[in-house]
């Protein structure tokens, strides 16, 4: 079994090359599901055929389904929720405003992703290809199982303990919320198994895959290198850059032939931010591929000779390496600007924070009891020094670059 997700700026053309993916891919005959968490629900349009919630078969091997994310989030909060607005409308906060309250934000995709792991668990597939939202709404979909899941784990131990906390208040004669039953103990404990076995099949390069779908536009291509740096921060590193729309070389036109110089270019500037991974190539078509005949074009144009289903590229991964009397910690961190990183220790975490995305890295054993003597951004990788106590500056367990 593997999965395939890509993702990208909104507007690049990964709902189309998603499904062009699976068209292909169910053509070589692997038992193949195409699955899209974009609220746009293009996927449909793009294979001309009626997709729903759930999975349905559009070709021979080939089944297709958009998620519905908030009915899952019904489906798997509302337990929770439900306690959630009891406390607070016990508070004092009116019911809808508790019923704002009690929504994280992110949660849908993060259902959306609990979808695709319960795919995977069913097994019946081959390859399931997702087609995710756009770049902002990527990120807090592969980033939340990790947040949400500490939160988790904070809030089921106090949950547990909460006859602790009210009797005092209650002996006393203050008002205080009912602990929460049996039913919200175990939603809590299922939410958080689910969330770490999602995180874990993100995480595993022999099942997942990651595949970045650019335009070759200077201000598009910007935004895929922060999304590249971001996506390798939190462990899941891209198989491959897709750049579509590419224009032939060869043009008569010279306005067209202009174009395509432009798009030589920013690829030419792209290539140095990829890690390694390779750049596959989709060119402009000469009308919308719609539909699984044009989709099965689209597809052979992009891979070529290569398989869609294997593993493209495998990242560098985090590893630690003795220097002197201490050690450097190092983290790839390909396409990321020097003044975009920013490093901090707090007990037995280094926090890495690129832009708005943060990864708290458990340290080494070996490492707790040093400190952070310095980092510094170097060929595509982050690299943190860590000295033993005695060896290292004041003052230097948190910082910029």
Known sequence: MRVVLLTGKGG??????????????????????????????????????????????????????????RAHLEAHWRRIQDYLVGVLSGGGVSELEAEELALLPGLEEVFALLEVRQRVAEGGHDLIVVDCAPTA??????????????????????????????????????????????????ALDELRDSLEQARALLADPERTSLRLVVNPERVVLAEGRRLLGQLTLLGYPVDAVVANRVLPAGSPDPLVAAWQARQDEALAELGDDVAGAPLLVAPQQAAEPVGVPALAELADALYGTRDERAVLHRGAALRVEACGRGWELRLPLPGVERDEVAVHRTGDELLVRVGATTRAVLLPAALRRGEVAGARLEGGELRVRVAPPDAAPQGAQAGAL
């Open 12 to 69: 690049v053309g990964k709902t189309s090359l998603a499904a062009a993916t699976a068209v292909r891919a169910a053509r070589r005959g692997a038992r193949t599901l195409v699955v899209s968490t974009d609220p746009a629900h293009s996927l449909a349009d793009a294979l001309g055929q009626v997709v729903g919630g759930e999975p349905t078969a559009v070709a021979d091997g080939l089944l297709a389904q958009q998620i519905d994310a």
């Open 137 to 186: 709404e990527t990120l807090r979909l592969l980033s939340l199982p990790q947040a949400l899941g500490r939160y988790l784990d904070h809030l089921a131990p106090l949950s547990r303990a909460w006859g602790q906390v009210v009797r005092p208040l209650r002996a006393a004669g203050e008002s205080a919320p009912p602990p929460p039953g049996a039913a919200v103990l175990a």
